[in-house]
C-alpha cells in the first residue's frame, strides 16, 4: 500500500507548480455560488439552482454528483456533517457521521497482548463503519429542500453512466493507488483502465454505481439500505473477514444536533458540534485569541506563529481527553467553548512556549495526514448558506469497491480511539470518550463552519485534511476577518499546523521563513515538517455579492450566476 507521505510528495510537487502562477480572483455571482473540489459538481449545484431549487437542493446533488467525479472523498460509502443556516436566522445541523458496526467491540484492534495493529483498523473490511451519506443527503433533501429525489440524482447518474473525460490530476490520484485496486477485482474493474494505469483525456464510466444511484432515485434510502445494493455491501464486507450486517443497516439513521454556536469580535461562528471536534476546537481556540490583538503587519510573524500555537496546543489537548460522541458520552462543550476558560487558557500563554509533554502527558510522534476528505460551501439567492464537509477517512477510502454496486467501502474505524493513548492515521491521541463501542459514532475533525455578522451571511467554509482542518479553517478565518485579505488571498495564503501531539509546528513551503523560524525556536517552539495543509471551499458575502474561492492546493472549481 502506497504511504501517505509518499501521497503528499506527489501532492506536494503539484502543489508548488500551482501556487506561485497567477492566482485568479474569487468568482462572483449575484443569484448563487457553488464552491467544490469538482467542477462538475458545481456546475451541477447551479444548475439546480438555476431551476430553483434552493441551497438544501443544490448541497444534495453536489453531495450525490461527488460520488461520480470526485471518488478519493466524495462518496456513498462514507459520511460526513452538515451545517445550515436558512435566511431567517435559524440555523441546524445534520449528523450523518459513520456508526461502528453492532458487532464491533472496545479491543477489536490489539492482539492478544494487548498491542495496537493499526493495519486492522485502517485496511481491509474490518475498518468500514456504518454509511451515513445516503441517509444523510437524503433527510436534508426531504426536511429542507423543494426538489424530487429523481431530479437531484439525474445529473450524477448521466456523469456516471455516460462517463466523463478525467483531468491530469484526478487520472493521477486514481494511479496513486493503482497498485491497491489491483487487490480486489471489483476496485481493479472500476479503477484500472483494462488492468492499466488511466491516462488523462480517458473516458471514466461507472455504470455499477449508475445502477445503484438509480435506485436511490427509485427508492430512497431503501435503495441503499435494503435490497440488492444492502445485499451486495453485506456479502463483500464478510466476505473479505468484516462484521457490517444488514442490522446495521437498518439501524442507521442520521441525527438532526443543534450546531455550535460562537462569537469572534463582534461575529457569530456557526459550526458543527460532537461528534466532530472541529467545531469545538475552532472555537475554544478563537476564544483563546480574542484575548490578543494582531496588527496587519503581524501576520505570519514569530510572535503570531507562536501565540496560535500555544492556543492550539491547549484546544488539541482537550480534544484528546474530552470529545466523542455525545450520545455516548456527556462532553463538557459549553466548558470547553465558554469565554472565561478561554480567558484561563491565554494566561498561561508567554513568550515562551510550553512544552506539549507539559500541557498533558504524552508521547513525540510524528504521522502524515491524508487528504481524504472533501468540503463543499453553497449559497442561494435567499440567502440560504449550507457548509458541508464529507469523507471516507483516508484517500480511496480502504480502495475496496463493492461489487456490482460501484461504491468504495470508507476506512472510519480507525478515528476511534482503537487503544488510549496509542496515535491514529493522524496522529491523534484518544481516550475513554472516544472508544469504540457498537452503534457510536467515530470522533471527526471535519469543521463545517457559517459566519455571520449582523444576521447576514459573511462567510461559508471548510476543508479536509483530517487532524489540520480546524488549524487550516481557523487561519483562513483569521486571514479574512482580522488581516483583511480578499477571500481568494486568505484561501491561498501559506498555512502553519500544531496539534499538540507530536510537539511541532509543520507549515507549507514558504510559510515560515528563515528569521522567523530562527525566532520560533529562540522562544521554544518545535519546527516540523513541509507539507501541503488543506483545501478550502469558502464563499465570501460582500455587499450583494457572493465571492466563491476555491483553494489552489486541489483542482476545484467555484461557479456562480
Known sequence: MRTYSEFLFFLFIVFNLILFAESPEAVRGKNGMVVSASRLASEVGIEILKKGGNAVDAAVAVGFTLAVTYPAAGNIGGGGFMVIRFNDGKSTAIDYREKAPLNSYEKMFQDSAGNFLPALSQEGTTSAGVPGSVAGLIYALEKYGTMKLSDILQPAVKLAEEGFILDYQLAQSINFYYQ??????????????????FNEGDLFVQKDLAHTLKLIAENGRDGFYKGEVAERLVAQVQSLGGILTQEDLDNYFPVERLPLVGTYRGYEIITMGPPSAGGITLLQTLNILENKTFSRDDWGSSNYIHTITEALKYSFADRSKYLGDPDFYPVPVDKLISKSYARELFQRISDSAVPSIEINPG????????????????????????????????????????????????????????????????????????????????????????????????????????????????????????????????????????????????????????DVMENLIAKGQCIGDKKILGRVEAVAIENNLYLGATDPRGSGAAVGY
Open 180 to 197: 491497491d485496486f489491483l487487490k480486489y477485482p471489483s476496485s481493479k474493474k472500476i479503477f484500472t483502465n483494462n488492468d492499466r494505469p
Open 363 to 514: 508521547r513525540y510522534l510524528s504521522f502524515e495526514e491524508s487528504k481524504e476528505t472533501t468540503h463543499y460551501s453553497v449559497i442561494d439567492k435567499e440567502g440560504n448558506a449550507v457548509s458541508t464537509t464529507t469523507t471516507l477517512n483516508s484517500s480511496f477510502g480502504s480502495r475496496i469497491v463493492v461489487e456490482g454496486a460501484g461504491f468504495l467501502l470508507n476506512n472510519e474505524m480507525d478515528d476511534f480511539s482503537s487503544k488510549p493513548g496509542e496515535p491514529n492515521q493522524f496522529g491523534l491521541i484518544g481516550s475513554e470518550a472516544n472508544r469504540i463501542q457498537p452503534g457510536k459514532r467515530m470522533l471527526s475533525s471535519m469543521t463545517p463552519t457559517i459566519i455571520t455578522k449582523n444576521e447576514k451571511p459573511v462567510l461559508i467554509l471548510g476543508s479536509p485534511g483530517g487532524s489540520t482542518i480546524p488549524t487550516v479553517v481557523l487561519q483562513v478565518i483569521l486571514n479574512y476577518l482580522d488581516f483583511g485579505m480578499d477571500i481568494q488571498q486568505a484561501v491561498n495564503a501559506p498555512r502553519f499546523h500544531h496539534q499538540w501531539l507530536p510537539d511541532q509546528i509543520d507549515f507549507e513551503e514558504f510559510g515560515i521563513v528563515k
